[in-house]
T-cell receptor
Framework: NAGVTQTPKFQVLKTGQSMTLQCAQD?????MYWYRQDPGMGLRLIYY???????DKGEVPNGYNVSRLNKREFSLRLESAAPSQTSVYFC?????????????FGPGTRLTVT | SQKIEQNSEALNIQEGKTATLTCNYTNYSPAYLQWYRQDPGRGPVFLLL?????KEKRKERLKVTFDTTLKQSLFHITASQPADSATYLC???????????FGTGTRLQVFP
């Protein structure tokens, strides 16, 4: 089992460019999440998907869009990158049922917007 | 507003001692609380979950307590080792959902 995988690991964008961060999990989890982590701010939820075909906004959704392509894959898109989106992005997955609330994280994508 | 507080200052302890990390929260009534470990440059790794009706949970050298009256969780690592050096994050469920709200973490440094 690879767990949660993310691509790319690093990315540098210029302001206004767009990109998609990819995430996949092989644990058959229902729920998937996108977070960003900034110094002193902790992990903040950007978007969330409870199941295939459903998505919901988290704490900081502005400037992002997501797609839950199937049960395995959940992508995050930046349509027009801004320097404020410089951060480390983590994808996570979890069972999403009453018996399994823990989340499993990918290795992260380090994004710099200049 | 909802708030989770962890000591932002690093905790430095000697190998073999017990490390105790604190997580305080306000304006929450969580159904459960979780603790994660994060190493530099890596994603968080789940350690323990404790539910609101549980006072204490143990796993090997780890122990978590959950006091819903004090709105506080304590995370203990007994017989600490240099390999335990990492940042430890606490997280609470948001409004009894499977969405989590994370604290900013406490960095633990165990020196020989």
């Amino acid at each position: 089992n690879a767990g949660v995988t993310q691509t790319p690991k690093f990315q540098v964008l210029k302001t206004g460019q767009s990109m998609t961060l990819q995430c996949a999990q092989d644990m058959n989890h229902n729920s998937m999440y996108w977070y960003r982590q900034d110094p002193g701010m902790g992990l903040r939820l950007i978007y969330y998907s409870a199941s295939e075909g459903t998505t919901d906004k988290g704490e900081v959704p502005n400037g992002y869009n997501v797609s839950r392509l199937n049960k395995r894959e959940f992508s995050l898109r930046l349509e027009s990158a801004a320097p404020s989106q410089t951060s480390v992005y983590f994808c996570a997955s979890g069972g999403g049922d009453s018996s399994s609330y823990e989340q499993y994280f990918g290795p992260g994508t380090r994004l710099t917007v200049t | 507003s909802q708030k989770i507080e962890q000591n932002s200052e690093a905790l430095n302890i000697q190998e073999g001692k017990t490390a105790t990390l604190t997580c305080n929260y306000t304006n929450y009534s969580p159904a459960y609380l979780q603790w994660y470990r994060q190493d530099p440059g890596r994603g968080p790794v789940f350690l323990l979950l404790i539910r609101e009706n549980e006072k204490e949970k143990r796993k090997e050298r780890l122990k978590v307590t959950f006091d819903t009256t004090l709105k506080q969780s304590l995370f203990h690592i007994t017989a600490s080792q240099p390999a335990d050096s990492a940042t430890y994050l606490c997280a609470l469920d948001a409004h009894n959902t499977d969405k989590l709200i994370f604290g900013t973490g406490t960095r633990l440094q165990v020196f020989p």
